[in-house]
């Protein structure tokens, strides 16, 4: 089943290199509600044994890496983009080179059937085309009794700040873009696949008490969704200047502004 269009012009500028996804990385380790991370309890659903080999799909820098070799798991990762490709075969490389790296399409894996014990494709699906053929890829080279996580945002997740979005967009004559292309609402995409699969859920939030760090937040991915983006990107400080005026307006009143998120993984066993 085929997905709608990707903008691939646009992939290209967010995920050339990773800056913008550590920012959001950093935000999530610095102003969240609970205690521990979501890395961590995504690891805990991987569930693998030491030894056992893993593909990390849409791999990014490796944020996931280093939890998994400390755990004595061997990783082969993929990334259609070179820049994240390079700065996970680099940290790779500082980890003792317990992580291979290829510059690959997540819709033809460049691996061996039933090749892999575990699967990982984390907060990655919603930018695949055909996403039921990424997922069928993914299931080709799983071993048999092999594991399959797929981590991804429930639906309506960061919604306080979606918004706060539409509104900035609105006072500076943009229109909104929906967000949403894969979530856990999706599970019937994921069993087509993966019959078995089962849903897991994490709740949290972010908390900021100054509105820098969510502008920051909100300028390393949500800015950009707008209807006919200007490719000169000339929008993006006339929306920050509007979220910030609207941030500001929160934090004076209540003291805080506090964006519910929540997001999970489907597990399937094969």
């Keep these: 089943m085929a997905g709608d269009s990707v903008d691939f012009a646009y992939l290209a500028y967010q995920y050339g290199d990773a800056e913008k996804l550590w920012a959001r990385l950093e935000t999530h380790e610095r102003y969240s509600e609970q205690q521990g991370t979501f890395r961590d309890w995504l690891i805990g659903h991987v569930a693998f044994e030491r030894g056992m080999l893993v593909a990390d799909i849409g791999c990014g820098p490796g944020a ?20 994240m490709a390079r700065e996970a075969l680099a940290s790779g490389r500082r980890m003792g080179g317990a992580v291979a790296v ?62 706060l979005h539409r509104a900035a967009a609105r006072d500076v004559g943009f229109e909104a873009a929906d967000a949403e292309r894969f979530t856990l609402d999706d599970v019937a995409l994921v069993r087509a696949v993966f019959p078995g699969a089962r849903v897991f859920e994490r709740r949290d939030a972010l908390v900021f008490r100054e509105a820098a760090p969510a502008l920051r937040f909100y300028a390393s991915y949500r800015i ?22 609207r941030i500001k307006e929160i934090i004076e009143r209540d003291g805080v502004l506090r964006v519910a998120k929540s997001a999970g993984c489907f597990v399937a066993d094969v």
């Design 64 to 83: 996931y890496h280093a939890a998994i070799v400390e755990r004595g798991g061997r990783i082969v990762a993929t990334d259609l983009s070179r820049g």
């Design 102 to 163: 290829a510059v690959a399409d997540a819709q033809a894996l460049p691996l061996r059937e039933a090749s892999v014990e575990r699967v990982m494709a984390n907060h990655m699906l919603y930018h695949v085309p055909d996403r039921e053929g990424a997922l069928r890829e993914m299931r080709r080279v799983l071993k048999r009794r092999g594991r399959a996580v797929l981590a991804t945002n429930a639906a309506g997740n960061y919604a306080a700040l979606h918004v």
């Design 224 to 245: 950009d969704g707008i209807e006919r983006r200007p490719a000169d990107g000339s929008h993006r400080p006339l929306l920050l200047g509007a979220m910030e005026r």
